[in-house]
């Protein structure tokens, strides 16, 4: 991913040099952080545009810079450095399904809001099941100094919105993404509640732009925002599927039962994983300000074909095709799982 601070033309520009180190995983404090880059170009306060965000680019596309700028942070031989920033030790999230329709097969109804344990769809399956898994326990290296990210995450609840929904063909701003997440809080007593250890996830339908630049710049992205003095952690996740070669892993994943929501899995860990360990922006991410899933995004490891399509992890008794993620420990790297 990218900070948002650069401009999105430099996210689609040139390719860094991956750089691997060998050190301890201990944070430490940094001495200072650089100025912050926004992706999208300078932050526009009058058009509600948020600069504290991150972009997963489009496959082939640099990552670009990070928040910080990346730079300096703890001297650790991981490869993967700390800023001072917390963490997240007990993850969360709570789904936003903003269409006017159905949007992956099992799905809720639009309209309608419940408990995460009744999402049907395969987003549903993924996220009940991540947390506990070796993979996810990747995530436990990274710590903030008062405890490390917990091998757990819970799926508490999803808003399917179609009131207004964006549909094919239109571009969504930042500023009513955000918008859509506050609303979640307010509208009709609040179908959803704001908790500080929980991650926000939009999703939107096919051939919507969400975000704006969805496609030419990027697949996804996270960020944070300030609401009645609260900190928000919100994921932007357009339909992956709309651009097969740029924003997935191709056909033929797994499971093929429903292409779409396969293809968001493999991003929705990208943007879960990094929330987690880096949820304002100003705790781990390397010297390119790549944060933890940058460092392996589109990077697949050991893979094996199945009846399902093909696959390299099985969490909640479902084959998947998932990015490894970065370990902060020993001399660090890409791995499928932990220990």
């Given amino acids: 991913m990218s900070r948002s601070s650069a401009s999105l033309a430099l996210l689609t520009a040139a390719l860094f040099v991956a750089a691997s180190c060998s050190e301890s995983p201990s944070p430490v ?57 917390p963490v997240i030790h007990a993850p969360r999230v709570q789904v936003i399904y903003w269409s006017a329709g159905t949007i992956y097969n099992g799905g809720p109804t639009p309209g309608a809001t419940g408990a995460g344990s009744t999402d049907g769809s395969l987003i549903g399956v993924f996220l009940r099941n991540l947390g506990g898994s070796p993979y996810w326990n990747i995530n436990s ?7 490390a990210v917990g091998n757990s995450l819970a799926y508490d609840a999803y808003w399917a919105d179609n009131n207004n929904a964006p549909v094919s063909g239109q571009s969504v701003t930042d500023a009513q993404v955000m918008a859509e997440v506050t609303a979640s809080f307010t509208q009709n007593g609040g179908p959803l509640n704001y908790d500080p250890s929980t991650l926000y996830v939009v999703f939107s339908d096919a051939g919507v732009n969400l975000g704006g630049g969805f496609g030419s710049s990027y697949c996804a992205y996270h960020g944070d925002f300030t609401w009645n003095g609260n900190d928000v952690k ?4 357009p339909y992956a599927a709309t651009y097969v070669s740029g924003c997935t892993a191709g056909t033929g ?87």
């Fill in 29 to 85: 404090t940094p001495s200072g952080r650089t100025p912050a880059f926004n992706q999208s170009g300078a932050p526009n306060p009058a058009a509600g545009e948020n600069p504290n965000r991150h972009f997963f680019a489009v496959r082939g596309a640099s990552n670009g810079a990070h928040g910080g700028g990346g730079g300096g942070g703890g001297s650790t031989n991981t490869g993967i450095y700390y800023h001072g920033g």
């Fill in 141 to 147: 290296t990274y710590t903030d100094g008062t405890g």
């Fill in 234 to 237: 919100y994921a932007v996740m």
């Fill in 253 to 339: 994943i797994s499971p093929t039962s429903d292409f779409a929501a396969a293809a968001e899995v493999n991003v929705l860990a990208h943007e879960t994983e990094e929330t987690a360990t880096d949820e304002d922006l100003n705790a781990w991410y390397d010297r390119r300000g790549y944060e933890n899933a940058d460092k392996c995004a589109w990077k697949f490891g050991t893979t094996q074909p199945g009846s399902t399509g093909t696959y390299n992890q099985t969490i909640g008794g479902v084959n998947w095709l998932i990015q490894m993620n970065w370990v902060n420990a020993n001399s660090g790297g890409c791995v499928q799982h932990w220990p």
